[in-house]
């Protein structure tokens, strides 16, 4: 007989074997030319539709004041535009394995902005997988062999920003909350507030395009990648409310590792052996800089980034 616990850690790698999978799937959308303001636009458009649809019993009664508004556009900006800006941009350069591999520095970073702003306590435990992390991304920088081309190490620090700018987020949030807004509302105001902003910076930067028949492939991922978001972060939050913040916390591990092997599958990618050494710091400075059972928030005061 399959116990709850076996089906809920299914669901948990299922869900970041999906979330895994976005970042390949960007990979191909940005080498077919799509810039970044235009992708942005597509899919803050398809996100705030897509859970309009799935959610819309409960947003039709949404009340829009002040404070929501403002904790939209800060998250539409913080948490997409500008992450998206950059990340995409280091993701044409990029190999989408070392992508993946950055992006788990977002509880690293997190962290030192949680003691500034009092969220936290100081944690030798998690102090240790901050500078894990740190080592993980000098595996990545500093040896001759590590990356494919050297000139790519230019493009790292742009990278970094995605994470640093979802750390920010999930720190505000915590530090001043969502107005009373649940997750599922947030997002789709977010995505909704991140289009309207979008589409002119797009056209004006003449970055914006509109899929027309025949599609091609870049058509495909941009569209199923925005639609795995969606999904992902509603199972996200129902995972939350199921089985408690810790537990949906370690989909950041599968995220990670199967971003790796999807680039491997779908792309063709391979890694120097620095590059392994570099995901294994990761890995392990997330372990250590995830919260214990005692530290974690509850189910109401949980926060997601991105």
């Not at 904790?71 to 950059?86: D, E, H, K, R």
């Not at 977002?106 to 500034?116: G, K, S, Y």
């Not at 742009?158 to 987020?169: D, N, Q, V």
């Amino acid at each position: 007989m399959i116990t709850d616990r076996v089906r809920l850690t299914g669901f948990l790698l299922l869900l970041g074997t999906g979330w895994g999978l976005t970042q390949p799937l960007i990979k191909i959308t940005v080498t077919a030319g799509y810039q970044p303001l235009g992708m942005i636009f597509w899919q803050m458009l398809i996100g705030a539709v897509l859970l309009g649809m799935l959610r819309w019993r409960h947003l039709r009664h949404l009340q829009i004041t002040r404070k929501t508004l403002a904790i939209w556009v800060m998250i539409a900006t913080i948490g997409s535009l500008i992450p998206g800006i950059t990340s995409y941009r280091a993701a044409f350069h990029l190999p989408s394995g070392i992508m993946s591999i950055v992006i788990a520095t977002i509880p690293m970073m997190a962290f030192p902005i949680a003691l500034a702003l009092g969220n936290d306590t100081f944690s030798r435990r998690r102090l240790l997988g901050l500078i894990l992390g740190l080592i993980g991304v000098g595996f990545i920088a500093l040896p001759d062999a590590s990356l494919p081309e050297r000139a790519m190490i230019a493009f790292l620090p742009l990278a970094l920003i995605a994470p640093f700018c979802y750390a920010c987020e999930g720190n505000i949030v915590a530090r001043w909350g969502t107005a009373g807004l649940d997750p599922f509302a947030v997002l789709f105001g977010a995505s909704a507030i991140g289009a309207v902003i979008s589409l002119p910076l797009a056209i004006g930067s003449g970055q914006f395009f509109f899929p027309r028949s025949p599609f091609i492939l870049a058509d495909v991922t941009l569209t199923l990648s925005s639609v795995i978001h969606v999904l992902v972060y509603t199972g996200y939050v129902w995972l939350i409310g199921r089985a408690g913040a810790v537990f949906a916390g370690q989909v950041s591990y599968v995220v990670t590792g199967s971003g790796v092997l999807w680039a491997m599958l779908l792309l063709g990618e391979t890694y120097s052996l620095w590059i392994w050494v570099a995901l294994m710091c990761m890995i392990l400075g997330l372990m250590l800089v995830q919260p214990r059972l005692a530290d974690a928030p509850t189910v109401g005061e949980t926060k997601s980034y991105g």
